[in-house]
């Protein structure tokens, strides 16, 4: 099932490339076959812990976030919930090999996450994930914006309307 809204960015090889991944995995042959099939369409990071993934997003300006749940010393949660201090734009995704129930709600509460994916992904799932994330990310970001706009033009309209009235 396609997304019509998702099209024009299925064909836009251009746009596609703009969007920045950072993959957390600690199975380094994971981030290898990610890089591997996506790094013609996206611009890929990827580190093989949460403390690597970490230095990545603080130097990085990333639309989306993917991690594996099921790591050492940082579970992809906690990963993601220190991302969020640092920044809670971009999109979250967390892949694990494991059915866990409390993982799921764990992720949905502590790590807001946007999807729960099982390993292994399948190429045109995780694709069709990504690019559904980034457009929510993309109509984020643009609404903030126009938000921001709109709050400047109501504060010159203020200004004006004093003005007028001291006058």
Known sequence: MKNTLLLPYIFDLEMNSNVKILYVDDEAHNLQAFKANFRRDFTIFTAESGAEGLEIFKKEELNIILTD????????????????????????????????????????????????????????????????????????????????????ANEQLEFLLRQKLLS
């Open 69 to 152: 749940q099921r790591m050492p010393n940082m579970t992809g949660i906690e990963f993601l919930v220190e991302v969020q201090k640092v920044n809670p734009e971009p999109m979250r995704i967390l892949i694990t090999g494991y059915s866990d129930i409390n993982a799921v709600i764990d992720a949905i509460n502590r790590g807001q996450v946007y999807r729960y994916l099982n390993k292994p992904w399948h190429y045109e799932d995780l694709k069709s994930t990504i690019l559904s994330a980034h457009e929510v990310f993309r109509l984020r970001r643009e609404n903030k914006e126009l938000i921001d706009k709109l709050a400047r």
